[in-house]
Every structure is written in C-alpha cells, then in structure tokens.
C-alpha cells in the first residue's frame, strides 16, 4: 500500500472547486469530512442498478442489497477488528449509537448509580446521560482536564469506585485533538467493575482502531467523518454486552415474533435496528471502510501530523494567537482564538481566502468553560489536505488577525 497525497486529492470531487474566486482549502474534516469518488459511485451504482428494501425479500433486487448491505457490515467488522458482524449495530449516527446505550444500558441503572464522563466531551456524550441524571437519579463525575488538554487520569482513579457502572469518554476530542489512552481507560474501568463506552468519531479517522485489543465494551462513531455519509453511523458492542441489553426502538426487523399478548426479540444486530435501515448510507459506509483500509495508514497519520507540524512552525511566535489543547501525541486538530477577535468573525474572514474552518463551542461547552472562552476557531486536518493548504492557512490567519490588532 502507498500513500500519495496528489492521487488521494484527485479521487474527491469537491476539492477542485473555488469558493470566492480562490481555491477551496477545506479544514473543517473533524466536522463533515468530504467524500471520495469510491464512496460516491457505491451509492449512486445502488441507487440506479440495485436498489430494493433488505432482508426477507425473495427477488432478485431484495437478495442483491441485502448481500450489498450485509457486506457493508462486513466490512466495518473489518475496519475496527469486531470478532463478528452481530457486534456491529448500524445505527443513524454515532449519537443515536450512544442514546442507544443510553436508553437501553440505562433501564438496569437506579438512583445513585454513577456514570463517569469527562470535561471534553461532545455534547452527544453528555446530554443522553443527563437524562438518566433528570429522570433516575443516576449521578455524573466528570474527569478534569489539564492545562495542555490531557485527561487527569489521577483524577480519574479517584472518582472510580464501587458504584460506577460505565465510563463513557472521548477516544480523541474533537475540539483540542487530544488522543486519551484507552487502554488504560478500559482497565482501571474494568478493575471497578464499570463497563466502557468509548466515542471513537475522531480516533476513527486517524488511527488504526482494534476493538478486541482496546478490550473496549461499545465503540461508536459516525459514517460521516469517515469519508462517507451522514445518516449511518455504527455500535460495536462486544457479545455479552449487546445479548444483555433491552431493545432501544420498536418496530420491524427488531421482532422475533410478535402476537397479540406477547413479543420476543431478534439477536443482534437486528434487535438494535428497527424499521428499514439506512440501506444506500451503510453501503456507502462500507464503501468508505474499505477505502480507508486500502490505504497506508501510518503513512497517512505521519502525513496527518506533518501538516500539524507546518502550522505550529508557521505561527510559532504570533504573540496573537492562543492554541487551546498541546497534549502529546495529539491528532492533527488546531483549536485556536485571536486576540480581540471572536471566532466567528475569524471564521467569516478566512472564507474570503476560500479557507473554510469551523468556529463556536463545537458541541463542548464544557470544554470552552474549562479553558475560560466562549468559543474558538479550528483548522481540522485530514488526508487530502496539503503542506501548501497549511501555509494558505496560515497566510489567511496573519492576514485575518491584522483587523483585529
């Protein structure tokens, strides 16, 4: 496998459009990552050639999306090294994926059950819980963030004790880029008793993910940001975990059988996946899997940090400029405020230099409490993007900050 950023560029459509008479340098991956040609023609081959609803049909068009789709999960077995295909659940999303834990975890919690969480985490992985908080009295620790964006995992062992029942963090932050050490999250979890569940929509995308290695209880993320598309996104959850829990919707597919006085469930991953699925997304996600697992992966992370690498070097010094999150070993995430500027306004004017970047609390108000702002900017890099991309970046930035200085 080999890994060549010219050839990656040339397979994404959208990257050899303009945006206010300049060309697109997109860096708002770690919201919405844009899709490859690979991607895009799975979807559109299904939708023209061999389309019809899954599972149960007997013609020719049912049997071949079925094998389409079921091949799908197949390959996202693959992709995170799932034992089997009944622990992966595809759901809308990786919010719907932990709501599904949520809800379905949730109806063996009772009050003073209590769930650890962290200060960075999205707020898909804070608002299902705080319903458990409102509605059963479960209560809620949060693992303190340091300085430099790294969990305080002394801190951590001390808020783990006999009645955690899950610990539910970030596998990497989408807002300071910071990579948690989830193994060891796992075994101190374990050594409680507590279950994990980790939010793997950023580590996902760039780096190599072994669930059976990480010995991790559910794994969640979303199509999206892995070079598919939106309205998918995946559980994995190991055997036991997943066979002990309730169903999380009603309807069909989910049934074993159902009569007038009684119901019994389909085993997973069915029982998790009521009505008809999202057939074309999943086999567009299963198109992005295979995509990804096609590529050199430590080439593509060395890449990845390299452009990190160009930022921090190109803006080192601006006394104007203030980073939020420096862990080691971080992702290649550029979370970033300018002095006397809001992050909106630094969004609004980097788009006039065809730079797109996202700005607000990026669903972590938390997090923007902990570090004292009410917002930031991010430049969010991902395989397509390039050196001469980071230096138009930071071109752009020395430019946009002379408004405010």
Same mark, same amino acid.
């Given at each position: 496998?080999?890994?060549?950023?010219?050839?990656?560029?040339?397979?994404?459509?959208?990257?050899?459009?303009?945006?206010?008479?300049?060309?697109?340098?997109?860096?708002?991956?770690?919201?919405?990552?844009?899709?490859?040609?690979?991607?895009?023609?799975?979807?559109?081959?299904?939708?023209?050639?061999?389309?019809?609803?899954?599972?149960?049909? @007997?013609?020719?068009?049912?049997?071949?999306?079925?094998?389409?789709?079921?091949?799908?999960?197949?390959?996202?077995?693959?992709?995170?090294?799932?034992?089997?295909?009944?622990?992966?659940?595809?759901?809308?999303?990786?919010?719907?994926?932990?709501?599904?834990?949520?809800?379905?975890?949730?109806?063996?919690?009772?009050?003073?059950?209590?769930?650890?969480?962290?200060?960075?985490?999205?707020?898909?992985?804070?608002?299902?819980?705080?319903?458990?908080?409102?509605?059963?009295?479960?209560?809620?620790?949060?693992?303190?963030?340091?300085?430099?964006?790294?969990?305080?995992?002394?801190?951590?062992?001390?808020?783990?004790?006999?009645?955690?029942?899950?610990?539910?963090?970030?596998?990497?932050?989408?807002? @300071?880029?910071?990579?948690?050490?989830?193994?060891?999250?796992?075994?101190?979890?374990?050594?409680?008793?507590?279950?994990?569940?980790?939010?793997?929509?950023?580590?996902?995308?760039?780096?190599?993910?072994?669930?059976?290695?990480?010995?991790?209880?559910?794994?969640?993320?979303?199509?999206?940001?892995?070079? #598919?598309?939106?309205?998918?996104?995946?559980?994995?959850?190991?055997?036991?975990?997943?066979?002990?829990?309730?169903?999380?919707?009603?309807?069909?597919?989910?049934?074993?059988?159902?009569?007038?006085?009684?119901?019994?469930?389909?085993?997973?991953?069915?029982?998790?996946?009521? #009505?008809?699925?999202?057939?074309?997304?999943?086999?567009?996600? #299963?198109?992005?899997?295979?995509?990804?697992?096609?590529?050199?992966?430590?080439?593509?992370?060395?890449?990845?940090?390299?452009?990190?690498?160009?930022?921090?070097?190109?803006?080192?010094?601006?006394?104007?400029?203030?980073?939020?999150?420096?862990?080691?070993?971080?992702?290649?995430?550029?979370?970033?405020?300018?002095?006397?500027?809001?992050?909106?306004?630094?969004?609004?004017? @980097?788009?006039?230099?065809?730079?797109?970047?996202?700005?607000?609390?990026?669903?972590?108000?938390?997090?923007?409490?902990?570090?004292?702002?009410?917002?930031?900017?991010?430049?969010?890099?991902?395989?397509?993007?390039?050196?001469?991309?980071?230096?138009?970046?930071?071109?752009?930035?020395?430019?946009?900050?002379?408004?405010?200085?």
């Amino acid at each position: 496998m080999t890994f060549d950023p010219a050839d990656i560029r040339a397979q994404f459509p959208i990257l050899s459009r303009q945006v206010n008479g300049r060309p697109l340098v997109y860096l708002d991956s770690a919201a919405s990552a844009q899709k490859p040609r690979a991607v895009i023609d799975a979807m559109v081959r299904t939708t023209e050639t061999s389309y019809a609803n899954v599972h149960r049909g @007997l013609h020719t068009l049912a049997n071949e999306t079925t094998e389409a789709f079921e091949g799908a999960r197949e390959s996202v077995r693959r992709l995170i090294n799932a034992e089997t295909t009944a622990q992966v659940i595809f759901t809308k999303g990786a919010t719907d994926a932990i709501n599904l834990v949520a809800s379905s975890f949730g109806l063996s919690l009772v009050a003073g059950d209590e769930i650890v969480l962290s200060e960075m985490e999205h707020h898909s992985n804070i608002v299902p819980w705080h319903f458990l908080r409102e509605r059963k009295g479960v209560v809620l620790k949060f693992i303190p963030v340091l300085d430099d964006g790294s969990l305080d995992m002394e801190a951590f062992q001390a808020l783990l004790g006999p009645k955690t029942r899950l610990v539910a963090v970030s596998h990497m932050s989408n807002v @300071l880029g910071t990579i948690n050490p989830a193994r060891a999250i796992v075994e101190m979890a374990h050594a409680v008793g507590a279950q994990v569940l980790l939010d793997g929509c950023q580590a996902i995308v760039h780096a190599e993910i072994d669930v059976q290695a990480l010995d991790v209880d559910f794994y969640a993320f979303s199509g999206h940001k892995l070079y #598919g598309p939106t309205g998918i996104g995946v559980l994995y959850g190991k055997a036991e975990r997943l066979a002990a829990l309730p169903p999380y919707q009603g309807g069909g597919e989910m049934i074993g059988s159902v009569a007038l006085d009684a119901i019994t469930y389909a085993d997973p991953p069915h029982r998790f996946e009521a #009505g008809t699925p999202p057939i074309i997304e999943a086999i567009g996600l #299963g198109a992005a899997a295979e995509w990804v697992m096609s590529l050199d992966r430590e080439a593509v992370m060395a890449h990845e940090h390299g452009l990190y690498r160009r930022i921090k070097e190109r803006l080192n010094g601006a006394n104007w400029l203030t980073e939020i999150g420096t862990a080691p070993g971080k992702g290649a995430i550029f979370a970033f405020n300018v002095a006397g500027a809001h992050a909106h306004d630094i969004a609004q004017i @980097l788009d006039r230099y065809g730079v797109a970047v996202r700005a607000g609390t990026h669903c972590a108000e938390p997090l923007m409490r902990r570090f004292g702002v009410t917002s930031t900017a991010r430049a969010s890099f991902a395989l397509y993007n390039t050196l001469e991309e980071a230096d138009a970046f930071a071109d752009a930035l020395s430019r946009a900050q002379t408004f405010f200085a």
